[in-house]
């Protein structure tokens, strides 16, 4: 009995100072930690051809076609889900959408028609948070400070 409680004692010694470096470490390191933001992605339009010519975007996101051809392109979507994008040729002319929905958005160069690409907007996965860490480390020094106590007991 007393080699358990023993164990548990320094166990849980342990467990409160794991929790309390974590608790330190993310506290430190919580600025750095890019949060899930909002990026811009760009698809490049050359030699009549969408490049990459599939995209996957989070939620959110706006994608932006840049023709750097000498020819006018435009990015049309095959259902209508932005206004037709027109972008004329030799000035590296840039257009954008913003997708704050999570669907696969096919579209097309209204002029050349053989021009297909798809836009595949993914729902944002939530990253785990510095507060989740500090949760966790809080936890662990309960129970540590817990199994710690039942030594004097
Ligand atoms: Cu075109």
Known sequence: MARYLKTGSSLGTSLAIAGL???????FAIPFIPAARAATVDVSISGDAF????????????????NDDAVEHTVTSDTGAWTEIIL?????????????????????????TFMTGSVIVGSV???FSGEFFVVI??????????????KQT
Do not use: K
């Not at 490049?51 to 840049?66: E, K, L, N, Y």
């Not at 004329?88 to 097309?108: E, K, L, M, R, V």
């Not at 129970?143 to 106590?149: E, V």
């Open 21 to 27: 470096v974590m608790i330190v470490a993310v506290s």
């Open 51 to 66: 490049h990459p010519q599939t995209i996957t975007v989070s939620v959110g996101d706006t994608v932006r076609w840049t």
């Open 88 to 112: 004329p040729g030799g000035t590296g002319a840039q257009g954008s959408f913003t997708f704050n929905t999570a669907n696969t958005y096919p579209y097309h160069c209204s002029i050349h």
């Open 125 to 127: 996965v939530p990253e």
């Open 137 to 150: 480390g809080l936890v662990a020094v309960m129970f540590g400070l817990i199994a710690a106590r039942r």
